[in-house]
């Protein structure tokens, strides 16, 4: 049996985040699987929890400039009604879990629950997004790719709380999302991708590719994304065999229980390649 | 942590002196002998347990009861004293919708949840609004096709 906290006000969250150990709590969607117990017993929970559901500080969106603030206790179905939100991101979000689930499930959770099958990942990976984690001695700022350290490990410290999540906006003009999964609904990937590029009429400005649940954590190498930085349209063709090739040894995938280690490569590079082949279109 | 937790169960208030972290679903069930809600695999997966919350559908066997002090907690006990419930059990059962019936509750909440905001769904809006509730009876046709029918029949009441 454990104390539990359920705070209005980020202050008071911080608070008792200073003074004691807690597991926070946000939607509770993969905490109260992880931590199960057998029908009608306590789930198992070994420290005391502070909830963050009631926090409504942690459930606005602003946007300021070129980028969103998102708050990181928002709910998966608040982010699908929201306009600023961008589309392949949606796109994201419609395909994890169900109604239910995405009612309760938040932005933050998906991302401290570090999963290398996170969903939402490999979309803040490609936009480098940054993550603001708050205590009461101030605030840290850092990328969500030095955030997620492995499966389950983040960087966010005893007394800290994930509060905002900001995403550059309007970088992109080609967005491509995949998801390959068992089921439609409560399925969790097999492996996933995002591919976000700005191409105007002659050439590839920038470009970010991301594979998910195809490692540790999610994959991306923006070494090679140099190499396809500037490259002209006309071009492009005749060079994706060679950027596959490069990709090829960093898509270093498990065989487990939802799919094996070379379906996942062999899909993650075919997408790849589709994406590739999307961009002069 | 024991403490006493209030909150609005099908249109009354309810206290339950309980530890916080006891899935709803067991208070539910165990403490307020509300047998509607199922539980099926009780990871949130086959939609048995669904209530709504706040008017939202979720999973009551991911909800800590202490997180929904003072929120309101509809389940198939409250809904079925409504109108729009009789409009839902004769779709079922022209549709041939319920065969065990083990699902049938967390259905019906499902499909009041999208009924609301969306009294006239698609084939594909309904699959996608039940897609968190499993059914291994009816193949979801019939399922899907009594929704549409509610949907007609109880034209104004969503």
């Known amino acids: 049996m454990v104390n539990t906290y359920h705070p209005k006000e980020l202050e008071e969250a911080l608070a008792i985040r200073a003074r004691e150990k807690t597991i926070l709590l946000a939607g509770g969607t993969d905490l109260m699987v992880k931590r199960k117990n057998w029908s009608g017993l306590l789930p198992e929970f070994q420290l005391p929890v502070l909830f963050l559901n009631e926090i409504e500080e942690l459930k606005k969106i602003n946007r300021k400039e070129q980028f969103l603030k998102v708050g990181a206790a928002i709910t998966l179905s608040d982010l699908l009604r929201e306009e600023l939100i961008p589309e392949v991101l949606k796109e994201a979000i419609r395909e994890m ?8 499930a938040t932005l933050g959770g998906n991302i401290c629950n570090a999963s290398p099958a996170g969903d939402t990942l490999p979309f803040l990976y490609a936009t480098d997004a940054t993550l603001v ?29 994930l509060t905002e999540v900001i995403i550059p906006i309007n970088t992109f003009n080609k967005a491509y999302f995949k998801k390959v ?5 409560n399925a969790i990937s097999k492996l996933s991708f995002v591919g976000l590029a700005r ?53 270093k995938p498990i065989d487990d229980q939802r799919s094996k280690a070379f379906y996942r490569k062999t899909v993650s590079l075919r997408i790849l390649e589709f994406f590739l082949n999307t961009l002069n279109q | 942590m024991e403490k006493e937790i209030t909150f609005i169960l099908n249109n009354q208030s309810v206290s339950v002196q309980t530890d916080t972290m006891r899935r709803l679903l067991d208070v539910l069930r165990d403490d307020l002998g509300i047998t509607g809600t199922k539980e099926g695999c009780g990871e949130g997966e086959c939609g048995a347990c669904s209530v709504l919350l706040n008017g939202k559908l979720v999973n009551s066997c991911l909800i800590p009861v202490g997180s929904i002090e003072g929120d309101e907690v509809l389940t198939i006990e409250g809904f079925k004293l409504t109108k729009r ?11 041939g919708a319920v065969q ?19 009294p006239k769904p698609e084939e594909a809006e309904i699959r996608d609004a039940i897609s968190g509730n499993l059914c291994r009876c009816t193949g979801y046709n019939m399922i899907v096709e009594a929704i549409q029918i509610a949907g007609q029949r109880g034209d104004g009441l969503w």
């Open chain 2, 100 to 118: 065990c019936g083990f699902c049938t509750p967390g259905m019906l909440m499902a499909a009041e949840a999208l009924l609301t905001h969306n």
């Open chain 1, 181 to 185: 999964g068992t089921r439609k609904a």
């Open chain 1, 97 to 104: 879990a169900s109604p239910a689930i995405r009612n309760l």
């Open chain 1, 133 to 161: 984690l708050k205590s009461l001695t101030g605030e840290r700022k850092m990328s969500v790719d030095a955030f997620i350290h492995g499966p389950g490990k983040t960087a966010i410290r005893e007394d800290e709380i």
């Open chain 2, 85 to 95: 419930f009789t409009v839902l059990e004769a779709a079922f059962a022209e549709a």
């Open chain 1, 199 to 251: 191409v105007s009429e002659a050439k590839v400005e920038d470009i970010g590719i991301c594979f998910g649940a195809v490692g540790p954590t999610i994959v991306r190498r923006k070494e090679i994304e140099a190499k396809i930085i500037g490259t002209g349209l006309s071009e492009l063709a005749g060079l994706i065999p060679e950027i596959v090739r490069l990709y090829e040894p960093c898509i």
